[in-house]
């Protein structure tokens, strides 16, 4: 009997061109939606230059606090933020997790996996213009400095009250962010090389097996990295705006004790 020749569909060459039959933009356009809107938010708060410091509460946009009194007088009034920023923003920039999100929500290139791309075989990786994505695991070392501000902010949030010690909704939600900004940093492709990376032979490696054990847990956070990466993004924001509405009255910050 003879055999049955199926012809499948040829795929054409073209941007957007694919046989996947799901929504495959859903997920570009969400993240180009968010990322946009976060870089929105973040240059409103940076030139507002205000409501970003209340009791001991202050914003993850404006930690480490940086008196910005000398700039009066200029055009552009300059801000914490705007000088701080650029250090966390260096991270999630050069982020490995980031870049794939970025590249396809706004370079579609390609939009999505299986999905005709925008300028086809013309992809350079980081050797031309996104050179500068190689500094990825040096900004993790600005990114792990930034965590200690973040969790003194954290402790003066409870302790750093005229009265005493107070537990606190903000305090709460200050906790939260240094917490999820953490668990980001530290679940990093360039930590987890960092303290388990270039070693052929654990057992013969300087410290090598607490150097496995470190690595074992840190592959454990790597899996959800991604998770961690749009859980911080949003604990930034948010607590930046719980601050915000604290300091101007918008809200009233609940105390538990």
Known sequence: MASKTVHLPVLQSGFGNTLRRDNWWAGPATTGLVL????????????????????????????????TSFAKGWPIPVSGAMLILGGPASFRLTCYYYRKAYYRAFAMDPPACAVGERN?????????????????????????????????????????????????????????????????????????????????????????????????????????????????LFGVMLTDLYVRSVACGAITDVRFF
Request: with cysteine; proline share 2%; hydrophobic share 50%.
């Open 120 to 232: 086809a075989k013309k992809y350079n990786g980081e050797t031309k213009l996104f050179v500068f994505q190689n500094l990825h695991r040096f900004t993790l070392y600005v990114a792990i400095a930034f965590l200690f501000f973040l969790w003194h902010d954290a402790l003066k949030a409870l302790i750093g009250w005229n009265d005493g010690t107070h537990l606190k909704v903000g305090t709460l939600v200050i906790t939260m962010n240094a917490t999820l900004l953490s668990l980001y940093t530290f679940s990093c492709h360039a930590f987890r090389h960092m303290v388990g990376g270039n070693v052929n032979s654990y057992s013969t490696a300087r410290f090598g097996m607490l150097r496995h054990a470190i690595w074992k847990k840190v592959s454990v956070l790597n899996e959800k990295h991604m998770l961690f990466a749009w859980a911080s």
């Open 36 to 67: 946009v809107t976060f870089i929105i938010y973040a240059t409103f708060r940076a030139f507002e230059n205000k409501f970003y410091l209340v009791g001991p509460y202050l914003s993850p946009m404006y930690s480490p606090l940086i008196d």
